[in-house]
């Protein structure tokens, strides 16, 4: 999530992270400019996906444009480990310069909610970003092209 740790302290049964996403700020503006789109140019996002790890609760993507309301892109309320994938918009959604997509994550570490090892359910412990499936996630995964 951004540049800031991502803390799920051990115990807590609801702890949230969200960070917003300027696709024509750093870092990604570099990434637009090498699919072919420019600093003013709009985008097209096709398709949106989600990502988390076992402790996840729930996930949403929301499109925030400057003086209007916002606009889900992708809500997954009960987040299901083994059920992930991207979702192809009906229509392509128009970004424009200005606009930013909020990324909202939401996990359980709480004592209830721990796997089962060797037959036993495991103690919480405090979760960070990683690969690893005790480490967690939270990533907004989207195709975008540019707008003609």
């Not at 917003?20 to 985008?43: F, K, R, T, V, Y």
Request: aromatic share 6%.
């Amino acid at each position: 999530l951004g540049f800031d740790p991502m803390t799920i302290p051990a115990g807590e049964p609801a702890v949230s992270h969200e960070t917003l996403i300027d696709l024509w700020g750093n870092p990604w503006a570099e990434q637009i400019a090498e699919a072919g789109a420019g600093p003013g140019d709009d985008l097209l996002l096709h398709v949106a996906g989600l990502h988390m790890h076992t402790l996840g609760v729930s996930a949403k993507l929301t499109l925030l444009r400057a003086g209007e309301d916002e606009s889900c892109v992708v809500d997954i309320p009960r987040w299901d480990f083994h059920w992930q994938g991207g979702y192809e918009l009906a229509a392509p959604l128009r970004l424009s310069p200005g606009d930013q997509l909020r990324l909202s994550c939401t996990w359980d570490n709480s004592a209830a909610n721990q796997p089962i090892l060797d037959g036993e359910q495991v103690e919480p412990i405090d979760v960070a970003w990683g690969e690893g499936t005790r480490d967690e996630m939270c990533l907004g995964v989207v195709a975008l092209s540019r707008a003609p």
